[in-house]
């Protein structure tokens, strides 16, 4: 699934400096940077973080990111595979 099937009009939230700290966070796209916001909710997001990234992304595209991701910290992986299993 590609980061371009994801509505524009949905509501984003203001993401955390600390999430972030690599970067402006003021200047990150949900639907152009969605891999990169996903692995780093998935390794440090709490828990309004969470929930936004599952009503705003496909479910599909979180597990094929938790699935082929390579910079997931190896503890988060099987938590998250075990979170999303069908």
Do not use: C
Request: proline share 8%.
């Amino acid at each position: 699934m590609s980061e371009a099937t994801i509505a524009p009009q949905k509501e984003t939230i203001p993401f955390r400096q600390s999430l972030f700290w690599d970067v402006d966070p003021k200047k990150l796209g949900p639907g152009k940077h969605a891999r990169y916001i996903i692995e780093r909710i998935l390794d440090f997001g709490n828990d309004a973080e969470t929930r936004w990234m599952y009503a705003y992304y496909p479910h599909a595209l979180i597990r094929e990111i938790i699935k082929k991701s390579r910079v997931l910290h190896p503890q988060t992986r099987p938590l998250w595979e075990a979170l999303t299993r069908r």
